[in-house]
């Protein structure tokens, strides 16, 4: 398929994607790239951020929320709990996740591989796939490579990934190796099968394989090598948050990401914290996704340009002030720390709203501002700028 | 006060009120009448339907959503739960609870006395007040009929209430006969008290006397009687919503009323169903506030124009229909019953936040089409036409 052309492949190629993904400019000393992603449900400017949404919802925002206040491109759905609640079967009638969840940008989903991983007793792998009682209903379920690429057309993604298996850490080379291999063999087997059904289904979404590997270099370069004959729209790095010290995350990105191909989007899953994201845009990553705004927004912890706010300290009791006087969202240009810290120990839903509207703000807008400095050709000087910034400590 | 002019007083009369009260239009059947209320914070236009924001927010909704969405022109907070919590000097310091929770729009307060009253084993009620029992950490407090003003008064409340004291029912004629003589004597002490106040602070709210007297038609009449001397802004009849059948709330409220100033406001507190508000406006009541439309909404029953929609049922899994197909608002605009469905059983924050804002606007669309039946002469005949819509039982 590809081959023709090294770096953007034909037009004749690009017509037979799911996404198509351009790089606008590149920084000349760092590997950080700035991009657009071509979706079925739109543009989404890279490096992009995205919102988790895991059962159809970002917890305690509406879409309009997303769309109107945030401007959020790409949201992503986890599979595990929408196979289990309310099925897959169930969303495809009513038109997909988009019809479903009223969403009527891009949506990317996870293979429910991560999910079922940090499963532990409740799940048996074999070379066919995993098998895994519910954290619901404790009923049997099977997830093949197949299968989970069958799902997620049901669910109508726009970007799908395959079946993987990760590893925890720490984790032995002989084991992270096993699951490396299971990886790229069950990333070959949704392959076959997604080609299959893209015959009948040619509006179907983008399949990402998975590079696994654990925390070993030579593995992680090994599994990426395998999984470019592939082919694909773009390729994840997966396995990343899994209990490691965050320079290793940050030191498999960089095996991986050179045996990556330069035209196609590179998703790191699954990171990470503010002052991370431009760490891993300098390693040529354009995509990276983390439960952390919306989770420790509902624990109380927001994240400002001055470092973490957290807002049940008692000094932020009669504090009048915005969380960040340098935001612009919603809640920090309506409502103090006080009324804040008010609502989260009235333990007051309006808590979590008006919380994760600020964090996914401040992810997005530190996201811009990354994307800014990589067009106008100064992003090492903006990396070293925020590297200088202490980070001050919870 | 009054008197110069029977129905309406003099401007020199109406400069001295905190809310001045406008009567637009009367039905000649009926006792409904459609007013406008005249508040430091706005005009709010009668029959009002008034949401109830306990802690300083409507569960799950933000202020933007009741203005924008909603139209929300008049709020509830309680008096009880926010002396409690934050308490009322820090919401003064941050400028009473308009600046506190960034509300621009009217709010009313009720005395707390409702709420202590419910605490049954944590209180003790006396000549000079009740001394209570904070239901989060079991330290004691007295609420006076002064004090009671005074914490409201540090909120900034637009409309105060008295301390009251309220029955239970049943209660003999004894006992809501004491209850009645000591909420009128302490309407009398909250007003000596707060008249002694406002020259000092001109710019504070009005205050409520309560109407109490059981389930008793000669003690509420006797009760209205004597409070009407205090000429107060408006008048609440309270006590009701206390476990008593639904036709005897509206027999107290049809014995109260009469005794009632025509050019007064009428507040009937904690009432009722969709279909009770029509029954209230037909019997002269003027404002209602009640936490049914929300609390029910957090519990999955969702008022329609169609009766009640109890979400979890096994019905409503893959229905693609909207909540109600009448209604405008938000909710029914964008969401299938089978993705609200899914949000219920998922127990997802978004839930609460889309199921309340659509029977807020159920609440509220039924309080605009009884003003304008009002102001354009059916009123019996909408009477007549809800009455004869079969209420499905839940």
Chains 1, 2 share one sequence.
Not at 241 to 253: F, N, Q
Not at 306 to 312: A, S
Request: charged residues 25%.
């Amino acid at each position: 398929m590809r081959g023709v052309s090294a770096d953007r492949g034909t037009d004749y190629n690009r017509s037979l994607r799911a996404i198509t993904f351009e790089v606008v400019a590149e920084c000349p000393t760092t590997g950080a790239r700035a991009g657009i992603l071509h979706t079925p449900h739109g543009d989404v400017e890279t490096p992009v951020f995205i919102p988790v949404g895991t059962q159809a919802t970002v917890k305690g925002l509406t879409p309009r929320d997303l769309v109107e206040e945030l401007d959020v491109r790409l949201l992503l759905a986890n599979t595990y709990h929408l196979f289990l609640r309310p099925g897959h079967e169930l969303i495809r009638s009513c038109g997909g996740l988009h019809g479903f969840m009223n969403w009527p940008r891009a949506i990317l989903t996870d293979s429910g591989g991560f999910q079922v991983f940090s499963l532990s007793d409740l799940r048996k792998v074999t070379e066919a796939g995993v098998l895994f009682r519910s954290h619901l209903d404790g009923d049997e379920h099977l997830f093949t490579p197949e299968s989970t690429v069958d799902v997620q057309m049901a669910l109508a993604s726009d970007i799908m990934m395959v079946l993987d298996e990760c590893v925890g850490y720490p984790a032995t080379h002989e084991a992270a190796r096993e699951a490396m291999k299971r990886t790229t063999a069950w990333a070959r087997a949704a392959f076959a099968h997604y080609r299959e059904r893209r015959v009948e289904a040619p509006g179907a979404g983008a399949l990402f394989p998975i590079v696994q590997g654990g925390m070993y270099a030579d593995l992680r370069r090994e599994c990426a090598g395998e999984l470019i004959a592939l082919e694909a729209d773009g390729y994840a790095i997966g396995g990343l948050s899994v209990g490691e010290p965050r320079s290793l995350s940050l030191e498999m990105v960089e095996a991986v990401v050179p045996g990556l191909p330069r035209d196609r989007p590179r998703y790191a899953m699954g990171v990470g914290l503010p002052e991370e994201l431009p760490e891993y845009v300098a390693r040529g990553v354009d995509m990276m996704d983390c439960v952390l705004p919306s989770r420790n927004a509902r624990n109380g912890c927001l994240f400002t340009s001055q470092g973490r706010v957290i807002l049940k300290q008692a000094r932020y009791r009669d504090d009048q002030g915005p969380v960040d006087p340098a935001c612009g969202c919603y809640t920090c240009q309506n409502f103090s720390r006080a009324y804040l810290r008010h609502l989260f120990q009235a333990g007051e839903m309006l808590f979590a709203t008006l919380a994760t509207l600020h964090n996914l703000r401040r992810y997005l807008d530190i996201m811009r501002r990354i994307r800014h400095s990589i067009l106008i050709g100064t992003y090492p000087q903006y990396v070293e700028s925020v590297r200088s910034v202490p980070i001050p400590q919870e």
